[in-house]
């Protein structure tokens, strides 16, 4: 790289990764990402580490694409390695894109955070283990939920919103003990 000719790797790595974090929108980051492959490998953990889905996206077609592509596969390979960077997946979709967001889910080998705030989910969004997952917030969910599935058994933090009918206390009773690691509520 020769802006950084001299300079030692691990200092010029950290210089990018410092503009990388400047700013909120991730415009620097996505702007190093064009510099060379080098420097894409260091800002994508930055670009990939949080994936918002919206009802009022902007692009749809340009997630769409992003999704399938993750999901595929064969992947590309910058999408490949974003399976190891998400660090955060929030999703407030009324539809999970033709089922798959469940598999989007279960690629996300370092996912630490879930937020699932939309009605219309099934328990396939639940059936992976993901030993990283620490924290949860689930809302507007109609039907009974398993906390004994998979998907739980390493969270921490669990937040439920909207989620009250007539048999939830007697589900949370017998379920919440199911979660091994569970400590927030």
Request: net charge negative.
């Amino acid at each position: 790289m020769v802006v950084f000719k001299n300079a030692p790797i691990d200092l010029a790595r950290l210089i990018v990764e410092t503009a990388a974090l400047s700013d909120w929108s991730l415009c620097t980051a996505r702007a190093l990402s064009c510099v060379s492959r080098e420097v894409q490998l260091w800002s994508d953990q930055f670009l990939f580490q949080n994936i918002v889905i919206q009802e009022e996206g902007a692009a749809p077609g340009a997630m769409l694409r992003f999704i399938d592509d993750f999901i595929s596969e064969d992947p590309s390979p910058r999408i490949g390695r974003a399976r190891a960077y998400i660090k955060t997946f929030s999703t407030k979709q009324e539809e999970d894109y033709d089922g798959r967001i469940p598999k989007f889910i279960s690629l996300c080998s370092a996912l630490e955070s879930l937020c699932i705030w939309s009605l219309e989910h099934d328990s396939s969004y639940f059936s992976t283990n993901i030993p990283s997952l620490r924290k949860m917030s689930l809302a507007s969910f109609d039907y009974p939920l398993s906390f004994k599935m998979p998907l739980f058994q390493a969270v921490t933090h669990l937040e439920l919103a909207g989620v009250m009918t007539a048999g939830w206390p007697l589900i949370w009773n017998a379920d919440l003990s199911s979660m091994p690691s569970l400590t927030h509520l």
